[in-house]
Nanobody
């Protein structure tokens, strides 16, 4: 079992920044690939970013590349998503997710993640 709790969402103007955090407990955090996904109203949940177990490798959706940065602190069992230059189309509920125990490399498919947080709302006004 893995418990994930996101925080840091809110309302921000276009061009602004937010930093999301996701605190994990249950499984050895350093052995888990972590990802961030988002879901806008009426749309499917989509991949945003993922980070390897050591933090040495990252992967981003094209829509956020160059604006968002995923990082992790294995000593604090926490993964972060720094979001800069936010756009109205970034508005969504953001979820962190823990990769399956057998997952050793970064994957963008939500099917490769088996534990999810409750989500945090990010709203970007124009």
């Amino acid at each position: 079992q893995v418990q994930l709790v996101e925080s840091g969402g809110g309302l921000v103007q276009a061009g602004g920044s937010l930093r999301l955090s996701c605190a994990a407990s249950g499984r050895t955090f350093s052995s888990v690939v972590m990802g961030w996904f988002r879901q806008a109203p009426g749309k499917e949940r989509e991949f945003v970013a993922a980070i390897s177990r050591s933090g040495g490798s990252t992967y981003y959706a094209d829509s956020v590349k160059g604006r968002f940065t995923i990082s992790r602190d294995n000593a604090k069992n926490t993964v972060y998503l720094q979001m800069n230059s936010l756009k109205p189309e970034d508005t969504a509920v953001y979820y962190c997710a823990a990769g399956r125990s057998a997952l050793t490399t970064i994957r963008a498919s939500k099917n490769e993640y088996d534990y999810w947080g409750q989500g945090t709302q990010v709203t970007v006004s124009s």
